[in-house]
């Protein structure tokens, strides 16, 4: 709370460097809750917003309708920040035994959450509300009961109004679940898929009231509509950076001129398309141009992305809250990720540039250090190990190649506690050599 404290003091002199690009869209949204009572932009009150969950808009307007202004929302995002931490220590004892201290340490001063917490954003929050689904997910492990499938179940479904990215969760981890009671708990096939079929069915449940009102106002059983605009103006660009060698932001431009112009072409005007309808036609759209693409351009896609998504230091976005000028990685060109960060670097003036390398060796080597740190809970905990290489591939995975230091987030506490146990490991055996 010291460490989050004082950058906070110094954010509140400049308040302008809260707000990121998203945090706009948020803010409008949650003055259409206060104005209007429903989740709409004040300037279209009359069309539900379908595009985003109502989770963080509501945490906004709640508190910016108790306290006013959008320091207190930050604030109050700091505590939840600290709080994190305490219970990336709570976490890293269920893990492993000891690790607990260091890992709320290591947490206590993490760039990345440090940063986050400070923007007009939905990251602390959801990682603060991910963390307590973990605790639930490890207590699971220790004593599997219906009480823990039935909390997950319910964590997962209102985590999903804050963030969507989660909603595929349940299929990654409900099979994890299956075969932890079947082989290490001896359970019965039918108990088992009882128990995880619970987590899926009470998740449906809490969601259900917003597929509801989506089908009451657009007809469709569907959380949302922003599928389409990521498949064509990130997915489809980033696979084109492979497959044709055109610069990102080169694609992203040409992804939306070509949709403009088919959409021309068909006589459609795009201000009558509902927002399902015009999703609908971005995704058509994408898929036909990936299904062109070679598999080896969207492979390589995606493992850059989760190359980017690992090794983009957060310190980037932390020159933000100090008011450092730079170039934006998003926009700087480049056929290459190795091309495109050499640019980058090369464009930041004055001493940051030297931080930011610097920063990248110690993340090169805290990734080295977390690695041995897996495969000594490995050796010890299994399943542990097992669950914790699932929750990471599975945010790589769906971030796909939109890999920033941001899309980490909600992994960063795993990180952390794996290179808790590694650093724990070194000590021990530092000391013992001393004896």
């Not at 709409?40 to 709640?62: N, Q, S």
């Not at 730079?326 to 495109?340: A, M, N, Q, V």
Request: proline share 5%; net charge positive.
């Amino acid at each position: 709370m010291l460490i989050r404290g004082i950058l906070f003091v110094n954010s509140a002199g400049h308040p302008q460097v809260i707000f990121q690009p998203d945090s706009k869209m948020y803010v409008s949204l949650a003055e259409g809750l206060r104005q209007y009572g429903s989740f709409v932009y004040p300037a279209t009150p009359v069309r539900p917003d379908v595009e985003r969950m109502p989770g963080y808009p509501l945490f906004l307007a709640g508190v910016m309708g108790l306290f006013g202004g959008y320091l207190p929302v930050v604030l109050l995002q700091i505590i939840l920040d600290a709080f994190s931490c305490v219970l990336i220590y709570l976490l890293a004892e269920k893990i492993s035994r000891g690790a607990g201290l260091i890992s709320g340490l290591l947490a206590a001063v993490s760039v990345g959450m440090i940063t986050y917490a400070h923007f007009i954003l939905n990251d602390s929050l959801f990682v603060f509300g991910f963390l307590l689904l973990l605790l639930a997910v490890f207590g699971f492990l220790k004593r599997p009961s219906w009480k823990y499938c039935l909390s997950i179940g319910l964590g997962i479904g209102i985590l999903a109004y804050v963030r969507p990215v989660i909603v595929y969760f349940p299929l990654f981890l409900t099979p994890l679940f299956f075969c932890f009671l079947i082989f290490h708990q001896k359970n019965s096939i039918y108990r088992a898929a009882g128990k995880s079929a619970a987590v899926v069915v009470l998740f449906v449940i809490i969601l259900s009231p917003w597929l509801l009102r989506n089908y009451s106002n657009y007809g469709r059983f569907r959380l949302g509509a922003q599928g389409g605009e990521h498949l064509l103006q990130y997915i489809v660009p980033f696979v084109w950076q492979y497959s044709k060698g055109i610069p990102f932001i080169e694609g992203m431009k040409k992804t939306n001129a070509d949709f403009t112009d088919w959409i021309d072409k068909e006589g459609l005007d795009i201000k009558k398309l509902d927002p399902f309808e015009k999703n609908d036609l971005q995704v058509g759209m994408a898929i036909d141009i990936l299904k062109n693409e070679p598999k080896s351009a969207i492979i390589k896609a995606w493992l850059f992305g989760a190359t980017k998504n690992l090794f983009a230091p957060a310190i980037i976005d932390f020159s933000y809250l100090l008011n450092i000028e730079r170039p934006h990685f998003f926009y700087t060109e480049g056929k290459t990720l190795i091309e495109r960060g050499w640019k980058f670097i090369r464009g930041i003036k004055g001493f940051f540039g030297c931080v930011v390398i610097v920063s990248i060796f110690g993340l090169i080597a805290s990734r080295l250090l977390q690695l041995w740190g897996f495969f000594l809970l490995l050796r010890k905990k299994k399943w542990e190990g097992i669950l914790l290489l699932l929750v990471i591939s599975y945010f790589l995975l769906v971030s796909g190649p939109v890999g920033y230091a941001k899309y980490r987030l909600p992994f960063e506490p795993i990180l952390i506690i794996l290179l808790a146990i590694s650093l724990r490991d070194i000590y021990e055996r530092v000391m013992r050599n001393d004896r």
